[in-house]
């Protein structure tokens, strides 16, 4: 069955440093992969879309990347801030008239 | 400010009750989802709809969920009857055309606990 997983429940870094948050799927072959940021108490919010013959996409200190040899997906945020600090869920759908399913995320913790 | 409004924030039931959750997408906005997310599960979709149309809802309980669009201003989500196991926070979310290739906007959910 099809499968989405995001690197680690937890990741904590000081601030200024770069974080790297990893979404690897198997069994599946997204044509658009998305971001979003949830924060406690919150529903999920926008972050990027990336489709499936981009490689990478950028916006502000936020870069995502596409690899569908290695079915993997990669978040950064450079120049973290403590207000960066939240849940990231990585997003796939395989088409135009497919749902997103998404990842269970991972917390992120911004240290000052 | 364009927004999913989502009713009600919160609902405590017992366990039986009937319970609906009631979802208002963005105006013009013709594609709307249903997920639930716990700690354990995460985002879990329920149910799609496109021009109220639905498109999947595979991942629904049928025997005791149900997902409508009366219109193009509201969606609900029934549960008849309702079980603890049925504790969660659900999401509803709205988007204009295919969400895949736009991004969608989620309401603040509603938070229901079956006791």
């Known amino acids: 069955s099809q499968k989405i997983e995001q690197n680690s429940e937890a990741l904590n870094i000081q601030e200024g440093k770069t974080a790297t948050l990893t979404c690897n799927y198997t069994?599946?072959?997204?044509?658009?992969l998305q971001w979003y940021r949830q924060d406690p108490g919150r529903g999920p919010v926008f972050l990027l879309l990336?489709?499936?013959?981009?490689k990478e996409k950028r916006k502000e200190r936020l870069k995502v990347t596409f690899d569908t040899t290695l079915k993997q997906s990669l978040f950064h945020i450079t120049a973290s801030q403590p207000a960066d600090s939240a849940t990231y869920l990585c997003?796939?759908?395989?088409?135009?008239?497919?749902?997103?399913?998404f990842g269970k995320g991972t917390r992120l913790s911004v240290i000052a | 400010d364009a927004r999913v409004t989502q009713t009600p924030r919160h609902k405590v039931t017992e366990m039986g009750q009937e319970v609906t959750m009631r979802c208002q997408p963005i105006?013009?906005?013709?594609?709307v989802f249903w997920y639930r997310q716990t700690m354990m599960q995460g985002l879990e979709l329920l149910a799609y709809?496109?021009?109220?149309?639905?498109?999947?809802d595979s991942g629904m309980p049928k025997d005791r969920f149900s997902a409508e669009m009366p219109d193009a201003t509201l969606a609900t989500l029934k549960i008849q009857p309702s079980e603890p196991r049925d504790s969660a926070v659900y999401f509803c979310?709205?988007?204009?055309?295919?969400?895949?290739?736009?991004?969608?906007?989620f309401g603040q959910g509603t938070r229901l606990t079956v006791v």
């Open positions: 069994n599946y072959s997204p044509a658009y």
């Open positions: 105006l013009g906005h013709n594609t």
């Open positions: 709809f496109r021009n109220r149309a639905p498109l999947d």
């Open positions: 997003a796939l759908a395989r088409g135009g008239n497919t749902p997103l399913v």
């Open positions: 979310a709205s988007g204009l055309g295919p969400v895949p290739n736009t991004e969608a906007f």
């Open positions: 990336i489709r499936e013959n981009e």
